[in-house]
């Protein structure tokens, strides 16, 4: 089992920028690649962001490439999601998520444990 706390997330306007935690426990927090995934009301879980065990960046959704940079603490169990030039439709619930598995997928039914999500509010 793997437990994921998601934390940081909050009200910005257009433009500025949020730091997003994710905190693990359970299994050995190498064992696995982490994912951020997010949802806006009325619209399905889309993928952000993916950083392999190791702390390599695998992966960004072309909406957040060159503003969102993943990154991930082993020592502290912990990855982050930094957000920069945020824009009003970066408005969401994001969800830290962990993977098992070896390839670096962007599909959400790919991972195996899931955080309960934190609110972000971009205003305009």
């Known amino acids: 089992q793997v437990q994921l706390v998601e934390s940081g997330g909050g009200l910005v306007q257009a433009g500025g920028s949020l730091r997003l935690s994710c905190a693990a426990s359970?299994?050995?927090?190498?064992?696995?690649?982490m994912g951020w995934f997010r949802q806006a009301p009325g619209k399905e879980r889309e993928f952000v962001a993916r950083?392999?065990?190791?702390?390599?960046?695998?992966a960004y959704a072309d909406s957040v490439q060159g503003r969102f940079t993943i990154s991930r603490d082993n020592a502290r169990n912990t990855v982050y999601l930094q957000m920069n030039s945020l824009k009003p439709e970066d408005t969401a619930v994001y969800y830290c998520a962990a993977d098992f598995g070896r390839l670096p997928v962007r599909d959400s039914n790919k991972y195996d444990y899931w955080g309960q999500g934190t609110q972000v509010t971009v205003s305009s």
């Open positions: 359970g299994r050995t927090f190498t064992d696995y690649a």
């Open positions: 950083i392999n065990r190791g702390g390599v960046p695998t």
